[in-house]
């Protein structure tokens, strides 16, 4: 059994001053990769449309960026063909020489300008800061020339995903994701707002899962069972469900209220639940110094189970257009309950965490093995303390069952979603990088 | 009770129906006014923008001190007349230091004469008063650390028995930090008075600190001993939250725990104004943030201890202001400075919001009107800043709520990031009666901070708590303001921070009163200058 204790704050390159200077070593792709990535988790987290499934999004192309970036240098075979109208990367000049670290610092820095345009001023300040040192230090002691072909090769490998990114129906995301105009089911048992911001009387992102998808052929390809029937009745499936939710809120023990928090991902607050699936990887990945082909297909793969993840969980969320547990326990049961964690705006059926995290193992796990024993620090900055697993489908189910203690899935969404992530996990599996 | 003449119940009844949903109507005054001050300045210059709103003069009408980011700050003195057009002219006041983000002023040593606290980019200051507008560096004489942070939020308060004030100042993010600013707030400050001295002893962090945006001493259980409430901006803090402290004399400051009732909220805190809203004796708080803001109302147990709990209500008295309801975008809004202040004197306060985006952040509202929303008498508020002539479109930050033409009627002065600020002057034919009042009491803490000042209307009393602190980056001190409605007198009296409570006095409508601890109210008439 393999145990990693990682430590993602020890970077190899970023052995940052006070000043925030670089030190004056050449990095490598690797290493270019590993803090491009750092820096998205952190405009994941203060970029306001940057929800989960955008941000989903942008961890697959960008991770996609990584890999054409780096497949094209050879040994790695293109994703052009395997993933849903991506049409293969530019071509090298033949028997021209290209600096690999220059490539991925153009290509990272390109789709990363692009993808987070939109951020707010601190973090344009930051990504120019990165690209200006990280382009300085990689350019060094390079000739001119070569530099100059492999910035142009890496941005246009970034123009190539940019452009292919553009109507795959989730480019566009106005007012944070929330509609203006959202006709609410009023069927019983549907969705209502649970919230008392105005933004969120609509749910968010309801076409998502109409989105192109990336491995898989559509937003419908991994379908679920429809949820309990909804009644009212005590007794009733859908009426124990809810009492689940309801008296495991009330006699929450430690353990119970830290993993609801550890798992809780809050977007504007946290990196979100793709982003903390991302530092697992990254985290790994340092601690084992791969190399900058293993990252580039791990973070590709990953990025892309994530991305369908939402796509399809969306999808059937607004299928099934499901009453939150928050809405159905004041009605029913306790008009005064309050859960832990705030309720997210969108339909419950199923729980996207659950989705991602079960798409998230199987991934992982396809990549690093069965039994893979690690600690998860992604919250350390945040104040909560690091958690041990025995392996990455022991995580996974720790994060589908949170969202039970934290009150806001019944128990199917949480079981099944991770039944539609373990589907959704396959296609990215299924991706031949090995030439 | 001590009244001078008994007031009629029915005088006092039907109050705030009479003008219940005036609209206001505010005359720009920019170009005339004298007032040529830009809010200047790059990334550090994207939170701030305050001005403080005080007189130093003694002829009763408020001058002001506007920040001008990179540029020197601008003093203006206040040269209108009586109910006539604004009208101010720049001065040298030796307060026109360079790096300022905020201002408030407050008469820390006690002598009468208003004095002033930088909020800096680099080293804050504290300015002495010298009489007539003229000020002078005193961070070396009074003892007073002014650190080299991003300083972004201030508050003050005397705590008991001490001599010279507590000041808290609030911190941003480390400038410094360019690639990952995230998680690096600076801590806040809080400067207390050395013991038996009438200095400051060296400031004491409020650890943990996250990136505060607006700070203010508030007794908000009535406790008798105000705590300090911190609005914290979630773009740049990590495991951080809104905050209260427990700001004890002679104890360390410490945090108030989901244990004794504090509720974790966490917004882009960037505004906090304060007002009894409900006239149950507590003050309610509004909050400024992005997109939705929050208006939270105290919860009051049935039986037991008053924990620090707080429904939202914004969404139910309809001050959310989360989108621009005029020249046509959709995105969210971006709020700042908020203040409550009856604008149409129908004895119901207020809210007025500055809006505007940070910076080119293209999924905000780049073209984001100003509210003014104006409360009803069901508690509920509407929008008017688009037909009261508030709703600017550049790009607002602090901003102050001032008689500045002693009418009774509020005018409103907002600074601009990247453009002049703009004042208005509130020319309301129909608004209500109103009464001002300034409180004093002999000893350090001279214009009584921490004061209630409470006015009787039929069957409420409408009260507010005097202050220091708050906004963004802006404060005020001097005339107190009430609407009365249709009223033609009110009762009043003041409750001293010591809590020792006056006696109720009756005062006429439409005039301005002088309300010294222990003393009748004295009326005075701003005809005299």
Redesign the interface.
């Known amino acids: 059994m393999n145990r990693i204790r990682p430590f993602l704050a020890a970077l190899i390159l970023?052995a940052?001053s006070?000043?925030?200077i670089f030190a004056q070593e050449r990095p490598s792709p690797d290493q270019i990769l590993h803090n491009w990535y750092?820096?998205v988790l952190?405009l994941v987290?203060?970029?306001?449309?940057y929800s989960p499934p955008v941000a989903s999004r942008a961890f697959a192309y960008l991770g996609v960026t990584a890999y054409e970036a780096t497949a094209s240098g050879g040994g790695l075979a293109s994703l052009s063909g395997q993933l849903n109208a991506l049409t293969p990367a530019p071509e090298r000049e033949a028997g021209a020489a290209y600096d690999e670290a220059v490539v991925m610092q153009a290509a990272m820095a390109f789709g990363v300008r692009n993808f987070f345009?939109?951020t707010?001023?601190?973090g344009q300040?930051?990504m120019k800061?990165?690209e200006a040192?990280l382009s300085k230090l990689t350019a060094a002691d390079l000739p001119e020339d070569v530099v100059a072909r492999s910035v142009a090769y890496g941005e246009a490998v970034g123009a190539h995903v940019l452009d292919w990114s553009m109507k795959d129906g989730g480019a566009v995301?106005?007012?944070?994701g929330f509609p203006?105009d959202h006709a609410l089911n009023d069927r019983p048992g549907a969705w209502a707002p649970t919230s008392?911001?105005?933004?969120q009387q609509a749910p968010l992102l309801p076409k998502w899962g109409e989105n192109r998808a990336f491995a898989m052929p559509t937003g419908a390809s991994c379908p679920l069972p429809p949820p309990p029937s909804f009644s009212e009745e005590a007794g009733s499936d859908f009426h124990a469900e809810a009492l689940e939710v309801y008296e495991t809120s009330k006699a929450l023990t430690p353990e119970q209220t830290a993993i609801a928090r550890f798992w809780s991902d809050?977007p504007?607050?946290s990196p979100t639940p793709p982003g903390h699936w991302i530092f697992i990887a990254m985290d790994i990945l340092q601690a084992k110094k791969a190399d900058v082909a293993e990252r580039a297909d791990l973070l590709a793969r990953l990025g892309v189970a994530l991305a369908d993840s939402f796509i399809g969980c969306w999808h059937a969320k607004f299928e099934y257009d499901l009453i939150r547990p928050v809405t159905y326990i004041r009605r029913v049961i306790d008009p005064n309950w309050q859960p832990i964690l705030i309720t997210p705006p969108f339909p419950e059926y199923p729980s996207g965490h659950s989705t991602q995290s079960g798409a998230a193992a199987a991934v992982l796990t396809a990549h690093f093995g069965d039994d893979f024993a690690f600690e998860d620090a992604t919250h350390v900055?945040?104040?909560?303390a690091i958690r041990a697993f025995p392996d990455f489908w022991a995580a996974a189910e720790e994060a589908a069952i949170s969202r039970l203690y934290g009150g806001i899935h019944f128990r199917a969404a949480i079981e099944r979603g991770l039944d539609q992530g373990r589907c959704i996990g396959a296609f990215a599996t299924a991706l031949k990088t090995v030439e | 009770m001590r009244l001078v003449i008994a007031l009629s119940i029915a005088l006092l009844t039907g109050v705030a129906s009479a003008n219940a949903q005036a609209i206001p109507s505010f005359i720009e005054e920019t170009e005339t006014a004298g007032i040529d001050s830009i809010f200047r300045g790059e990334?550090e210059y994207?939170v701030g923008g305050g001005v403080a709103v005080f007189d130093c003069s003694g002829d009763g009408f408020p001058d002001m001190l506007l920040a001008g980011g990179s540029a020197p700050a601008k003093f203006y003195r206040n040269v209108s007349d009586v109910g006539g057009e604004l009208r101010f002219e720049e001065a040298q006041s030796g307060a026109e230091l360079d790096k300022v983000a905020g201002a408030y002023p407050l008469d820390i040593d006690g002598d009468g004469i208003t004095d002033l606290v930088l909020l800096r980019v680099g080293e804050n200051v504290v300015l002495r008063g010298r009489g007539g507008c003229r000020f002078e560096r005193a961070n070396e004489d009074w003892g007073f650390e002014g650190g080299d942070g991003w300083s972004t939020a201030f508050a003050a308060m005397w705590e008991t028995g001490a001599d010279f004030p507590t000041l808290a100042i609030g911190n941003y993010?480390d400038r410094?930090?360019?690639?990952?600013?995230?998680?690096s707030c600076t801590d806040n400050w809080l400067h207390r008075p050395m013991a038996g001295e009438r200095r400051f002893a060296a400031p004491l962090p409020l650890t943990p600190s996250y990136c505060t945006l607006s700070m203010l001493f508030t007794d908000w259980n009535r406790s008798g001993t105000p705590s300090l409430r911190v609005s914290n901006d979630?773009?740049?803090y990590?495991?951080g939250q809104e905050q209260l402290w427990h700001v004890a004399p002679g104890e360390a400051p410490k945090l108030y725990t989901a244990e004794e009732g504090w509720q974790r909220l966490?917004i882009w805190g960037m505004g906090i104004a304060s007002y009894d809203l409900g006239f149950d004796g507590y003050p309610d708080y509004f909050l400024t943030s992005?997109?939705?803001n929050k208006l939270q109302r105290l919860v009051r147990p049935e039986t037991g201890e008053l924990l620090p709990r707080y429904d939202?209500v914004?969404?139910?008295k309809g001050v959310?202001a989360?989108?621009p309801y005029v020249g046509g975008e959709?995105?969210?809004s971006t709020a700042w400075h908020a203040q409550f202040e009856d604008v149409n004197n129908d004895g119901l306060v207020d809210l007025f919001v500055a809006k505007g985006n940070?910076?080119?952040?293209?999924?905000?509202a780049q073209k984001d009107p100003n509210n003014l929303l104006i409360q009803k008498p069901d508690g509920t508020f509407f929008e008017a800043g688009d037909t009261a002539g508030v709703a600017s479109m550049l790009t607002g930050r602090g901003a102050a709520l001032a008689d500045f033409n002693l009418d009774g009627r509020v005018d409103l002065v907002v600074v601009n990031r990247h453009d002049k600020a703009q004042i208005w002057r509130n020319a309301s034919e129909d608004a209500g009666r109103w009464v001002q009042v300034k409180i004093e009491q002999d000893g350090p803490n001279r214009d009584a901070v921490g004061a209630w000042i409470e006015v009787r209307r039929g069957d409420v009393e409408m009260r507010r708590e005097a202050t220091s602190g708050g906004g963004h980056v802006s404060g005020q001190t001097g005339w107190w303001h009430f609407g009365l409605g249709d009223l033609d007198a009110a009762e009043i009296r003041v409750i001293w921070p010591d809590g020792v409570e006056g006696e109720w006095a009756r005062v006429a409508a439409d005039g301005f009163y002088v309300l010294a601890r222990d003393a009748e109210p004295v009326a005075w008439d701003p005809s005299d200058r």
Request: proline letters at 7%.
């Open positions: 970023i940052a006070a000043t925030g750092r820096m952190e987290r203060h970029t306001p449309t345009g939109n707010g001023p601190t300040r930051a800061a990165m040192q995301v106005e007012n944070m203006f008392l911001v105005v933004q809050d504007m607050l900055d945040e104040g909560l | 990334w994207m993010v410094n930090e360019q690639m990952f600013p995230w998680g979630r773009e740049y990590k495991g966490r992005m997109a939705d939202d914004a969404f139910a959310t989360h989108r959709i995105q969210p940070v910076w080119e952040m293209p999924d905000f």
